[in-house]
T-cell receptor
Framework: DADVTQTPRNRITKTGKRIMLECSQT?????MYWYRQDPGLGLRLIYY???????NKGEISDGYSVSRQAQAKFSLSLESAIPNQTALYFC???????????FGPGTRLTVT | QKEVEQDPGPLSVPEGAIVSLNCTYS??????FMWYRQYSRKGPELLMY????GNKEDGRFTAQVDKSSKYISLFIRDSQPSDSATYLC??????????FGAGTRLTVKP
């Protein structure tokens, strides 16, 4: 997990607030991903990026935006947080054409 | 209907037992099948992956894929308390567009 770091690890925010979750990696991978994990629903892909100039929507992108500031940094923003965005958020990375993804330790977000 | 169905458990077994974890799926386009293990308060880590139908063995772990039945399994032999974790199946049909099961929570009791 140390190769992929996420900040903050825990965050409580209020409905309507803007919040940013950050992800950094030292693995040198081109590809980065944001997932959310909910009980009973597993991991669902929000956005993914194959390189700095290539960003794609995942399964559940509505209400989220992302920014790939550099090869090593990928941030997820909630422009106006709502309670059903309460979840555990994971960042992951992978090499090009590899099926193995390396996950960060997660950010637990609570929207009240 | 979810694309990937996985019984969330929880599953509790005694040490040394054989564990069977399963997932079914509906999209026949899935080609790559993976099992991830997630310890409490950690991110998932890849345990095994297979391509197409068949078996793959790695130590005490065996992954099995039956594409005709749209069914995958993970077997753990001689289970240990350190195997206690949540096991997530995952499937991929489009480069890096992965679908995960809900995860099965396993506890191996000493």
């Amino acid at each position: 997990d140390a190769d992929v770091t996420q900040t903050p690890r825990n965050r409580i925010t209020k409905t309507g607030k803007r919040i940013m979750l950050e992800c950094s990696q030292t693995k040198g991978h081109d590809r980065m991903y944001w997932y959310r994990q909910d009980p009973g629903l597993g991991l669902r892909l929000i956005y993914y990026s194959f390189d700095v100039k290539d960003i794609n929507k995942g399964e559940i992108s509505d209400g989220y935006s992302v920014s790939r500031q550099a090869q090593a940094k990928f941030s997820l923003s909630l422009e106006s947080a709502i309670p059903n965005q309460t979840a555990l958020y994971f960042c992951a990375t992978s090499e090009s054409d590899s099926y193995e993804q390396y996950f960060g330790p997660g950010t637990r977000l609570t929207v009240t | 209907q979810k694309e990937v169905e996985q019984d969330p458990g929880p599953l509790s077994v005694p040490e040394g037992a054989i564990v069977s974890l399963n997932c079914t799926y509906s999209n026949s386009a899935f080609q790559y099948f993976m099992w991830y293990r997630q310890y409490s308060r950690k991110g998932p880590e890849l345990l095994m992956y297979t391509y197409s139908s068949g078996n793959k063995e790695d130590g005490r772990f065996t992954a099995q894929v039956d594409k005709s039945s749209k069914y995958i399994s993970l077997f753990i032999r001689d289970s240990q308390p350190s195997d206690s974790a949540t096991y997530l199946c995952a499937m991929e049909y489009n480069n890096n567009d992965m679908r995960f099961g809900a995860g099965t929570r396993l506890t191996v009791k000493p």
